[in-house]
């Protein structure tokens, strides 16, 4: 069968390893029975940390149905585990004060039976004649309430307005003595002198601890803590432990990063519900077809497992704590463990309303059990719905674990993906085939008749869709002005004048007199083009350079925007004449006599262009002759940065050399040196 299909494309997978399959190249029509990053609610240190969060999603209290629990890799973990311990041990001395009190009176059969003699108050102490037991002194008991009361205290928020110090029940060294006499009074070798004195204040002090924290039953006497791997499952390397210093040694040992939270210890449930004096778990199943919007069913069968040794908390080995499957089939049922059980450990749910209706309490399958864990599956999805990687045509089969308190309310433990579908038993070998098929039922047929047969599924929550607002296309519109960032403004030239050459220059005006020493300012007088005694009339005509063009461009609009519309206006082709050194010596002579005559020398008069290189259009550079003798010329600002303009050259700011011409700088001779110097208006 396999070479028959290895070539074609398949379009339902199931596999028991996500990692096989990289769901990120499936096409939108294959279906997959895995979902991506589901890790805040199938590893223990996820389902750990997101159920934190869960009264901000809904009005519900994870500490109802969840046993509190925390990471030990972490500094601030270690601390909050460590003052639950201890507040634990503070609350089981009061236990232990009212259990001594019930102890002289008649406790039902039955009850203890139900009870597993989990408790050590169902147990007398030996009397024989060799064993001496320590009298502790009632200040144990007192301080014990001291702690409980700060505890209720700080619930109430009666701790506000108090300073750290004064806030703390305890020092250190009084927190290591009220422990260590503490394991001395559990394990029977000590026990407390009038203790019927402190029962009244031992009992009214549980009552209002119980009235705030839901767990103060299942926490018992011997403060048990089960201590897990993170990210492990099939129950390896589960321990239970009952002193604070073995767990935190255990932790040590093993050092990890603190992002990996390797271990995680929970409360253990020291008061579950037995079967035939005989630990259990139920195995429940659920489907999850879709995460937006959320789409939960539940199954209506399911099955327990049982452990092969009879319940007792006098010894903490996994093989009587842990119902795994995979660490119970490989260990043999202990002889004194009831008959009434079955050999391969299993009974499937419907055996088990059958067991309850015959004790009496058949109802509470239906009114209690049933309902609470549908309810703590719906609540813990939709915490990890905003974690999961939510894939179109997906689905994902998950397996929870519950174990039943003495008072039949469901605890959920752990949520596994891809749970075993292998027929250990007669129990799976029904259940679990009958489970997958009822699956293709949900998410293959069911797309094509919503009303087809789903099996033992029921719907058991679809996400309301949220209702998007009519779009009003036609009544949008957006009113206001565009913001941009400002561009620099060149100012307008008014005068040059584009219709001809460049060498034909109006009268400038000096921007700033004081900028060139020398020349006073007086009266305008001729130019000095007029008296230039050309003696080659040579023209050699150019065009200019694509950037002069381009600025030459934009200032032609800038004056000739007041003309008619229509008139084209074409950029000027710049001439440059060819001076001898004879022609330009006798009009620099003039200049200067004409300079010794009139003070004002550039307030207002036309100066000659010349462009002391340009690159013509077959890319030679042309450079005017410069006339010997004459001083270099003093440096003038540019028109575009305002910087210093190096004498015949561009700037060496912003290059504005071209632009600078445009505006109306000319090359002009000044003095006896040879050189030009660039002078604007």
């Known amino acids: 069968m396999s070479r ?3 070539n074609e494309t398949p379009y339902f997978l199931w596999t028991i390893k996500r990692d096989i399959i990289d769901y ?16 805040s609610f199938t590893t223990k240190i996820g389902l750990c940390l ?50 001594q009190q019930n102890c002289s009176r008649s406790t039902p059969k039955g009850w203890r039976e139900k009870a597993g003699d989990s408790d050590p108050s169902n147990r007398q102490v030996p009397e024989s004649p060799g064993s001496r037991l320590t009298g502790l002194s009632g200040q144990l008991v007192d301080v014990a309430c001291r702690v409980c009361e700060a505890y209720l205290g700080r619930l109430e928020h009666g701790d506000i307005d108090l300073s750290e110090d004064a806030a703390k029940d305890l020092t250190e060294d009084e927190w290591q003595d009220l422990t260590q006499q503490y394991y001395t009074l559990l394990h029977g070798e000590a026990f407390i002198s009038n203790s019927r004195n402190y029962f009244s204040q031992c009992q009214a002090l549980l009552n209002k601890i119980t009235s705030v924290n839901p767990q103060t039953e299942i926490d018992g006497l011997r403060n048990i803590w089960i201590v897990k791997p993170a990210a492990k499952s099939r129950g390896r390397d589960i321990v239970c432990m009952n002193h604070v210093e073995e767990i935190l040694e255990l932790v040590a040992t093993d050092q990890a990063p603190a992002k990996h939270h390797k271990w995680v210890v929970q409360k253990y449930i020291e008061t579950p519900l037995l079967v035939y004096d005989t630990k259990f778990d139920i195995r429940q199943w659920f489907l999850v077809t879709d995460w937006n919007p959320l789409t939960i069913w539940f199954y209506k069968e399911s099955y327990l497992r049982f452990s092969t040794q009879r319940f007792s908390l006098h010894n903490l080995d996994s093989a009587i704590h842990l119902c795994n499957n995979s660490i119970q089939k490989h260990l043999k049922n202990d002889k004194d463990r009831s008959p009434l059980l079955p050999g391969h450990n299993m009974w499937a749910s419907t055996r088990f309303q059958e067991y309850l209706q015959r004790r009496g309490r058949g109802a509470v399958w239906g009114s209690v059990i049933y309902p609470s864990m549908k309810r703590a599956i719906t609540n813990t999805m939709k915490v990890a719905q905003d974690h999961v990687e939510p894939r179109k045509n997906s689905f994902e089969l998950y397996g929870a674990d519950f174990i039943l308190g003495r008072d039949f309310k469901p605890w959920l433990i752990e949520i596994n993906s891809s749970p075993t579908m292998h027929a250990s038993t007669p129990v799976t070998a029904q259940l679990c085939a009958q489970v997958q098929e009822d699956t293709i039922k949900v998410v293959v047929d069911r797309k094509v008749d919503r009303n087809c047969d789903v099996g033992n599924f029921e719907l058991l929550w679809r996400q309301p869709a949220v209702e998007l607002p009519p779009f009003p296309g036609s009544d949008l519109f957006v009113e206001g002005v565009g913001v941009g960032k400002a561009k620099k403004q060149m100012p307008p030239i008014s005068n040059f004048d584009f219709a001809s050459p460049l060498l034909d220059v109006h009268p400038l005006r000096e921007r700033c007199p004081s900028a060139m020493p020398g020349l006073a300012p007086g009266p305008p007088r001729m130019a000095l083009q007029q008296d230039l005694k050309l003696k080659d009339e040579k023209v050699l005509p150019c065009t200019l350079p694509v950037p002069l063009k381009r600025l030459a461009e934009r200032s032609a609009k800038v004056k000739c925007g ?8 074409e950029p000027p082709t710049c001439t440059f004449q060819r001076l001898d050194n004879k022609a330009l010596s006798s009009a620099l002579a003039k200049a200067e006599s004409d300079e010794h005559l009139d003070p004002n020398l550039l307030n207002v008069h036309p100066l000659p262009s010349l462009l002391p290189s340009v690159k013509t259009a077959e890319s030679a550079q042309f450079q005017p002759p410069r006339p010997s003798g004459l001083p270099r010329a003093l440096p003038a600002p540019c028109l575009v940065c305002r910087g210093s303009l190096p004498p015949a050259g561009p700037c060496k700011r912003c290059r504005s050399f071209c632009a600078a011409v445009l505006q109306g700088a000319s090359v002009v001779p000044l003095g006896n040196g040879p050189g030009g110097g660039l002078c604007t208006p």
């Open 50 to 99: 997101s159920l934190r969060s869960l009264p901000w999603y809904v009005q519900a209290n994870p500490a109802s149905f969840f046993p509190r629990c925390y990471g030990l890799c972490t500094e601030s973990e270690k601390q909050e585990f460590l003052d639950d311990f201890r507040r634990t041990v503070a609350s089981s001395i009061l236990k232990w004060v009212v259990s």
């Open 562 to 569: 007041h003309r008619e519309s229509g008139e084209k206006t």
């Open 24 to 39: 990120h190249r499936l096409s939108c029509d294959q279906m997959l029975n895995h979902y991506g990053k589901t890790a």
């Open 4 to 6: 028959l299909v290895k």
